[in-house]
T-cell receptor
Framework: GENVEQHPSTLSVQEGDSAVIKCTYS??????FPWYKQELGKGPQLIIDIRSNVGEKKDQRIAVTLNKTAKHFSLHITETQPEDSAVYFC????????????FGQGTILTVHP | NAGVMQNPRHLVRRRGQEARLRCSPM?????VYWYRQLPEEGLKFMVY????????ESGMPKERFSAEFPKEGPSILRIQQVVRGDSAAYFC??????????FGPGTRLTVL
């Protein structure tokens, strides 16, 4: 089955700096890659996703890149703010319409004011 | 438009008791998924259901765990004869056929 590896496990940045989180996946059939933000005591919230027919997607300060050949994808957050502090999870699925998501282990992002 | 609702938010059970976790999907969503999150770990897929059908239960433990999504009412994740290792946060998500999964706030199960 699919295996998703996520790095780093913790990331500490200063406010205004950029943050990058990287994930690799094993199943070449995967073609849907969402990113979730989880705040303490809450459920994960989708922040951005990308499908395999796209190499990059951007939404304001957040961007995701996908390299299908190398089977890795990354989350980029620019101009970080303290409210970006949370746990971020990457995930992979064979399809956006088939629900089984395989999650990475998570990255604890801390943004220092 | 209410989001995914889960109850109870916190559940304490003694070893050997039964735990029932409920999930009401978002309005218009007919697909429900259950995930388990152990402390400081990522979410692990358990089961994927549509109304009255189990589509994929490949992540469900073979014994003591069951799930249903009846024609009427919420989806239920049932854990019989709980053990300490069942202590975790259980998240439900829902979606339409094509689209993102929206997660509920989770049920935190503690087994004493």
């Amino acid at each position: 089955g699919e295996n998703v590896e996520q790095h780093p496990s913790t990331l500490s940045v200063q406010e205004g700096d950029s943050a990058v989180i990287k994930c690799t996946y094993s199943d070449s059939a995967s073609n849907y890659f969402p990113w979730y933000k989880q705040e303490l005591g809450k459920g994960p919230q989708l922040i951005i996703d990308i499908r395999s027919n796209v190499g990059e997607k951007k939404d304001q300060r957040i961007a995701v890149t996908l390299n299908k050949t190398a089977k890795h994808f990354s989350l980029h957050i620019t101009e970080t703010q303290p409210e970006d502090s949370a746990v971020y999870f990457c995930a992979a699925s064979i399809s956006a319409s088939y629900g089984k998501l395989t999650f990475g282990q998570g990255t604890i992002l801390t943004v220092h004011p | 438009n209410a989001g995914v609702m889960q109850n109870p938010r916190h559940l304490v059970r003694r070893r050997g008791q039964e735990a029932r976790l409920r999930c009401s999907p978002m309005k218009g969503h007919s697909h429900v998924y259950w995930y388990r999150q152990l402390p400081e770990e990522g979410l692990k897929f358990m089961v994927y259901l549509q109304k009255e059908n189990i589509i994929d239960e490949s992540g469900m433990p073979k014994e003591r765990f069951s799930a249903e999504f009846p024609k009427e009412g919420p989806s239920i994740l049932r854990i019989q004869q709980v053990v300490r290792g069942d202590s975790a946060a259980y998240f439900c998500a829902s979606s339409k056929l094509e689209g993102e999964q929206f997660f509920g706030p989770g049920t935190r199960l503690t087994v004493l």
